[in-house]
């Protein structure tokens, strides 16, 4: 977490001198603070590659883990594509029957080889012979050669495949826009994913108060005017910018609560003593 820290050059030059803008002790206290609660991250989530929503595993408001599937798009095409590589892959009867073939061969020339060093056949003949082998092992290097280029081809089909299913990169909370079975994506979210763990609290402390605020290094929350707990709460950081048109700058926290939710009623105070 980063905490406050040096604050920024230019808040202090909007919060001018302490002395002349610090109400009293009791009254910075007393006096609310607004404050907003919204998600931590919105996420869009998008496809890999474009194409049709085949099944819709989620529901608008639904709670998600991380790594859960929320819905798949369909790959039909590709599925039958790899399907027929697969096949192609697996089929060792050519290459089965080239070893064959081969270790045949080899025997022979073994044969005629020892056959030939006794000059019980010519050159000729023994040579013929050695020709058939290497042309048989040829043949064996090919074959195994194409069963590895369909094994390569099949593994990118299988990729996307399992990227055809959309999985939850977070914890959270799914939107009330999902695509329906049989939309096209055509390049658009597929739905909105929003993290609530931690939630974001943005505090609107006036420029005045803002010193109290950095000295008491904390702020007490009421949300639908119930206190939080103070070890939910931790800082986030304070933003280098006042807003002129309020007079407020914002400080940011983090919450962790799994019974509050964004856009509650939210107010904060200076801590107790």
Excluded: W
Aim: hydrophobic residues 40%.
């Amino acid at each position: 977490m980063r905490g406050l820290g040096v604050i920024p050059a230019l808040i202090l030059l909007l919060t001018g001198p302490l002395d002349a803008q610090l109400p009293s002790r009791d009254d910075a206290r007393a006096r609310p603070i607004d404050c907003s609660i919204r998600a931590s991250r919105q996420i869009e989530l998008s496809p890999s590659f474009d194409g049709i929503v085949a099944e819709v595993f989620v529901r608008p408001g639904q709670s998600v883990d991380e790594g859960q599937p929320l819905l798949r798009l369909g790959t039909d095409l590709e599925e039958a594509e790899l399907a027929l590589i697969e096949a192609r892959a697996n089929a060792t009867g050519s290459l089965n029957a080239a070893r064959q073939r081969r270790a045949g061969l080899q025997d022979r020339v073994d044969r005629l080889r020892e056959a030939y060093e006794q000059q019980a056949v010519s050159y000729g003949e023994f040579e013929t012979v050695e020709l058939d082998l290497r042309s048989a092992e040829a043949e064996v290097a090919r074959r195994e050669e194409e069963l590895q280029i369909a094994a390569q081809e099949a593994e990118p089909l299988r990729r996307k495949i399992d990227l055809a299913t959309v999985r939850s990169p977070a914890a959270g909370v799914i939107g009330e826009e999902i695509l329906d079975p049989g939309e096209a994506t055509q390049g658009q979210s597929l739905l909105t994913l929003y993290v609530l763990s931690p939630l974001r609290v943005e505090a609107f402390v006036p420029r005045e108060r803002l010193p109290a605020v950095i000295a008491a290094q904390g702020l007490a929350l009421s949300v639908d005017g119930e206190p939080v707990d103070p070890a939910a709460v931790t800082f986030d950081y304070v933003s280098p910018i006042a807003d002129l048109a309020s007079g407020t700058i914002s400080v940011f926290l983090h919450l962790e609560s799994h019974d509050i939710l964004p856009g509650s009623t939210c107010q904060a105070r200076l801590p107790a003593s």
